[in-house]
């Protein structure tokens, strides 16, 4: 039995009783069995806090991540179980899936990139005017064919989650094309612009936010990927216990802002086909 049904039927049971309070409960542990065991609170001391309402717990497993984000990244059966029960991402996952295909992407990188952009918040704009999933400059979204008018300017079609997700892997598709075999560069290049990774000399520039940025999205990449998911032993079965029912579902951090993506107009050759359609 897969680890991410089981354990998302099993955290929607123990969300599923009473008025939601201010940090529920999830504990939990893994039997010598391979059986998950869950619980609203420690039953005893096998049991380890799994999540507590929208605060990251610590965990033995892993070390932290160099920017901050909404999602859990100390453990990849924590980062899994979060992107089960996330409603953001669950209602765009079908966008992701299409985009990745499209451009020939893998689908846990465009997962990866959002939580460190915005956290699946399909609402988020920065202080610069990024917008959405993938925080895209309206600029830029108008360079991939999306046009605004007076009644539905730029910035509007860019909340649309298929829009968005669409617009933002066409640009990194390009950047991975600009700097081929270095992954790296081209997400340093989403988060602060391909002009400053060429003036850095084809390298991350010297700036923190964007080495943290790169960090962290090849960080939470990395607990993502099919090889990473079929290395994680999966438990067989799994048991909640429900000594006291807690309620409430698990409520998401807002995510600091960071560099918005910029593509200057140069860096296009063939026109661009339009994604209002």
Do not use: C
């Not at 059966?77 to 209602?91: M, V």
């Amino acid at each position: 039995m897969k680890l991410r049904p089981v354990l998302a039927a099993a955290l929607i049971t123990l969300a599923a009783g009473g008025s939601a309070p201010a940090r529920a409960e999830v504990w939990g542990y893994v039997d010598d069995a391979g059986v998950a065991h869950f619980a609203a609170e420690r039953v005893d001391e096998r049991y380890v806090l799994f999540f507590r309402g929208d605060e990251e717990v610590d965990a033995a497993d892993g070390g932290p991540t160099p920017r901050a984000v909404a999602v859990p990244t100390r453990s990849t059966s924590k980062l899994l179980a979060y992107f089960d029960i996330a409603p953001g991402y669950k209602s765009v996952k079908h966008h992701l899936r299409e985009a990745a295909r499209e451009q020939g992407i893998d689908m846990e990188l465009l997962q990866a990139l959002i939580a460190t952009e915005s956290g699946f918040d399909a609402g988020a704009v920065s202080p610069r005017g990024a917008v959405g999933l993938m925080q895209i400059m309206p600029a830029t979204a108008q360079r991939y064919g999306v046009t605004g008018d007076s009644r539905t300017p730029v910035a509007k079609k860019l909340a649309d989650p298929r829009t968005n997700i669409r617009t933002g892997a066409r640009y990194l598709h390009d950047l991975i094309r600009m700097f081929p075999g270095r992954l790296e560069l081209a997400l340093a290049a989403y988060n602060a612009g391909e002009g400053a990774v060429q003036r850095a000399g084809n390298r991350i520039p010297n700036y923190p936010e964007t080495q943290n940025y790169v960090k962290t999205v090849m960080q939470i990449y990395g607990m993502l990927r099919p090889p990473a998911l079929a290395a994680a032993p999966a438990p067989r079965r799994v048991r909640v216990e429900l000594p006291a029912p807690p309620a409430g579902a698990f409520a998401r951090r807002n995510l600091p802002e960071g560099y918005p993506p910029e593509v200057p107009a140069e860096a296009s050759g063939a026109p661009l086909a339009s994604l209002d359609d």
